[in-house]
Nanobody, 124 residues
Framework: QVQLEESGGGLVQAGDSLKLDCTIT????????MGWFRKAPGKEREFVAG????????SYADSVKGRFTVSRDNAKKTAFLQMNALKPEDTGLYYC?????????????????WGQGTQVTVSS
C-alpha cells in the first residue's frame, strides 16, 4: 500500500517562495509518476504539475508555468514542488498523488493514491 505525506506548506506573502515535499512509503517510488494538485475554497481540485518516472518529462498548469518547478529524487522517494513568485490565487490545499505509469497525467482520476494535503496561504 502506498502512503504519501506532504509537507512544506505555510502562510506567506505575495511574491514569496515555498517548497513542498511529498514523501512516499510502501512501494517502489521509481515505478510511479507523480502529480501535484490543489484545491481552493469554493473551487474544484485542479492539476498543478506532474513529473514522469525518469524525470525527463514535466508538465504544468498554465497558471503556474514559469513560477513552479516539479522535481523528484527517486533515491529518497520524495517529490518536490518549488513555488516562486506566489500569488494570492495560489492559495489552497496542495496534494501529491501517484500514478502507476511512466508518464504523469493532468487528470486526477488517473491517480490512485493521495496524500492528506498541505495548506498554502498567500496573502496580498
Amino acid at each position: 500500500q502506498v502512503q504519501l505525506e506532504e509537507s512544506g506548506g505555510g502562510l506567506v506573502q505575495a511574491g514569496d517562495s515555498l517548497k513542498l515535499d511529498c514523501t512516499i512509503t510502501g512501494r517502489t517510488f521509481h515505478t510511479l509518476s507523480m502529480g501535484w494538485f490543489r484545491k481552493a475554497p469554493g473551487k474544484e481540485r485542479e492539476f498543478v504539475a506532474g513529473i514522469s518516472v525518469f524525470r525527463d518529462t514535466t508538465s504544468y498548469a498554465d497558471s503556474v508555468k514559469g513560477r513552479f518547478t516539479v522535481s523528484r529524487d527517486n533515491a529518497k522517494k520524495t517529490a518536490f514542488l518549488q513555488m516562486n513568485a506566489l500569488k494570492p490565487e495560489d492559495t489552497g490545499l496542495y496534494y501529491c498523488a501517484t500514478r502507476s505509469s511512466i508518464m504523469s497525467s493532468n487528470l486526477a482520476t488517473e491517480y490512485a493514491n493521495w496524500g492528506q494535503g498541505t495548506q498554502v496561504t498567500v496573502s496580498s
